[in-house]
């Protein structure tokens, strides 16, 4: 199945090559003729994993199932009044797991205001983040994961690390999302946020794999949703999040309400409340944010959808007058809460966890292992550290601690675990990012972990998978 995907992916973007991507696809092969020159190697690298119209598309999939490869193509156009881009890709791994899905940008094309003060001046932060300021986009996507190894240990925070099972899931998210600005919050960078979604899920066993498959450990009473077939759901989401800037201080704080609507079976019907807050301060004024930008798709790295050329940021390296340093100090507290109607119940599936990291790649409570802990309700709190030590490699190092919890009463501050990671980055220009980590601290040894980025830098997030 990913193959024949594949396969067609790669056949319709060359076909299209001739046509309306001719003139883009002669530049970027012109490129490639420069690369004879080893001191250009870098930038042929650029064009290879962040070229236009063209591609190699790589990333970690979900963790167990390793590192995706395959090909994206990526288009621009504009209107009056409108920069919109679209994208698709495939990739496929060494045990079988695929992902593939396309995606439609619509970006309206007015510069977000510059904040202005009493006597005229610009804002200087304004000003230099300009492109960094909201703006109305609207997305459109629709995107199919499959995935062969999947952990499960359970429910709940006193699950054991010997009850570990696998499983095998596909998704097909197929939806849109928005980012409509609020202008008159001025500095406060605020926009509603909104989403419709539908989620489709398919579920199978997953053997061979060093531990027992989920069905012969679990039942549909200890992991819910776990049946034969599976309910289509229609999920709705509505939020609001505040981008401020005062100084080297960068705030992302969101607050968003999901609805997942099971019309085959209510009883899987449930709502998720989000808090997340994060906090960064930038030890040099050049640090760049590295939180994902909505005017480009997860193939585009483009910095500014106004520049006709798409450019992407390059890979930076000491030079004779600079150090070109970056390096931040970060605070976030994420807290997720479902709120289930009497009669009703999460499917597993779509339940947050903590350990190692989480089916979005996300590392959180590194030192155990990944999908450890599972529960309708969690919270993390994390405590960060990153500086660049030569061009675009840097060092890390993390303090994560949380809990789940089975009830929205039990998320507090009280029996969290805790979890220490160090190790290395990699930000280099749009390639995706990059990260190497040794965590140690919990109570169930030691964990590696090394990921790469499934979104170029610069590039939207995906649709989640839950």
Same mark, same amino acid.
């Given at each position: 199945?990913?193959?024949?995907?594949?396969?067609?992916?790669?056949?319709?973007?060359?076909?299209?090559?001739?046509?309306?991507?001719?003139?883009?696809?002669?530049?970027?092969?012109?490129?490639?003729?420069?690369?004879?020159?080893?001191?250009?190697?870098?930038?042929?690298?650029?064009?290879?994993?962040?070229?236009?119209?063209?591609?190699?598309?790589?990333?970690?999939?979900?963790?167990?199932?390793?590192?995706?490869?395959?090909?994206?193509?990526?288009?621009?156009?504009?209107?009056?009044?409108?920069?919109?881009?679209?994208?698709?890709?495939?990739?496929?791994?060494?045990?079988?797991?695929?992902?593939?899905?396309?995606?439609?940008?619509?970006?309206?094309?007015?510069?977000?205001?510059?904040?202005?003060?009493?006597?005229?001046?610009?804002?200087?932060?304004?000003?230099?983040?300009?492109?960094?300021?909201?703006?109305?986009?609207?997305?459109?996507?629709?995107?199919?994961?499959?995935?062969?190894?999947?952990?499960?240990?359970?429910?709940?925070?006193?699950?054991?690390?010997?009850?570990?099972?696998?499983?095998?899931?596909?998704?097909?998210?197929?939806?849109?999302?928005?980012?409509?600005?609020? #202008? +008159?919050?001025?500095?406060?960078?605020?926009? @509603?946020? &909104?989403?419709?979604?539908? !989620? =489709?899920?398919?579920?199978? *066993?997953?053997?061979?794999?060093?531990?027992?498959?989920?069905?012969?450990?679990?039942?549909?009473?200890?992991?819910?949703?776990?049946?034969?077939?599976?309910?289509?759901?229609?999920?709705?989401?509505?939020?609001?999040?505040?981008?401020?800037?005062?100084?080297?201080?960068?705030?992302?704080?969101?607050?968003?309400?999901?609805?997942?609507?099971?019309?085959?079976?209510?009883?899987?019907?449930?709502?998720?409340?989000?808090?997340?807050?994060?906090?960064?301060?930038?030890?040099?004024?050049?640090?760049?944010?590295?939180?994902?930008?909505?005017?480009?798709?997860?193939?585009?790295?483009?910095?500014?959808?106004?520049?006709?050329?798409?450019?992407?940021?390059?890979? #930076? +390296?000491?030079?004779?007058?600079?150090?070109? @340093?970056? &390096?931040?100090?970060?605070? !976030? =507290?994420?807290?997720?809460? *479902?709120?289930?109607?009497?009669?009703?119940?999460?499917?597993?599936?779509?339940?947050?966890?903590?350990?190692?990291?989480?089916?979005?790649?996300?590392?959180?409570?590194?030192?155990?292992?990944?999908?450890?802990?599972?529960?309708?309700?969690?919270?993390?709190?994390?405590?960060?550290?990153?500086?660049?030590?030569?061009?675009?490699?840097?060092?890390?190092?993390?303090?994560?601690?949380?809990?789940?919890?089975?009830?929205?009463?039990?998320?507090?501050?009280?029996?969290?675990?805790?979890?220490?990671?160090?190790?290395?980055?990699?930000?280099?220009?749009?390639?995706?990012?990059?990260?190497?980590?040794?965590?140690?601290?919990?109570?169930?040894?030691?964990?590696?972990?090394?990921?790469?980025?499934?979104?170029?830098?610069?590039?939207?997030?995906?649709?989640?998978?839950?």
């Amino acid at each position: 199945m990913q193959k024949l995907i594949l396969v067609g992916l790669c056949l319709g973007s060359l076909a299209a090559a001739e046509t309306r991507f001719g003139g883009e696809f002669r530049k970027e092969r012109g490129e490639f003729g420069t690369c004879t020159d080893i001191k250009k190697f870098i930038g042929c690298a650029q064009t290879v994993f962040t070229g236009k119209p063209f591609h190699i598309a790589v990333g970690s999939l979900a963790p167990g199932n390793g590192m995706g490869v395959g090909l994206a193509v990526v288009d621009h156009w504009s209107t009056t009044n409108w920069r919109n881009s679209w994208s698709a890709d495939g990739v496929t791994s060494r045990n079988g797991s695929w992902r593939a899905g396309a995606y439609v940008n619509l970006v309206w094309s007015k510069q977000p205001d510059i904040i202005v003060d009493n006597q005229g001046a610009a804002d200087e932060t304004s000003a230099a983040e300009a492109v960094q300021r909201e703006r109305l986009v609207l997305h459109l996507y629709s995107e199919a994961t499959s995935l062969n190894r999947v952990g499960f240990f359970g429910l709940g925070p006193d699950t054991k690390d010997t009850a570990r099972s696998f499983f095998g899931i596909r998704e097909i998210v197929t939806g849109g999302s928005t980012v409509v600005p609020l #202008k +008159f919050t001025g500095r406060l960078n605020m926009a @509603l946020l &909104g989403e419709v979604n539908s !989620r =489709l899920v398919e579920l199978r *066993s997953s053997p061979g794999q060093g531990s027992p498959s989920i069905e012969q450990l679990y039942t549909p009473v200890t992991a819910p949703g776990l049946s034969a077939t599976q309910p289509g759901f229609a999920q709705f989401g509505e939020g609001v999040r505040v981008r401020p800037s005062a100084g080297n201080l960068r705030l992302n704080y969101l607050v968003r309400l999901q609805q997942f609507a099971a019309p085959g079976n209510s009883a899987f019907s449930f709502q998720r409340f989000t808090v997340d807050l994060g906090n960064q301060y930038d030890l040099h004024k050049d640090t760049r944010t590295l939180q994902p930008l909505d005017h480009n798709g997860p193939n585009d790295c483009s910095m500014d959808p106004e520049d006709t050329e798409h450019r992407c940021p390059q890979v #930076k +390296f000491p030079t004779a007058t600079s150090r070109n @340093l970056e &390096g931040s100090i970060g605070v !976030r =507290l994420l807290i997720q809460e *479902s709120i289930v109607p009497g009669g009703h119940e999460v499917p597993f599936y779509f339940q947050p966890t903590l350990g190692g990291s989480d089916i979005g790649g996300n590392h959180m409570l590194g030192s155990y292992q990944d999908y450890r802990f599972r529960a309708p309700n969690s919270l993390l709190l994390r405590f960060s550290f990153e500086h660049s030590i030569w061009g675009p490699f840097g060092v890390m190092g993390v303090y994560d601690t949380g809990k789940v919890a089975m009830r929205r009463g039990d998320i507090d501050f009280s029996h969290l675990a805790h979890s220490y990671s160090a190790g290395l980055t990699l930000h280099a220009g749009g390639f995706p990012m990059v990260q190497f980590l040794f965590s140690w601290g919990g109570h169930e040894g030691t964990h590696t972990t090394g990921s790469m980025n499934s979104s170029l830098l610069g590039g939207s997030a995906r649709p989640a998978f839950y």
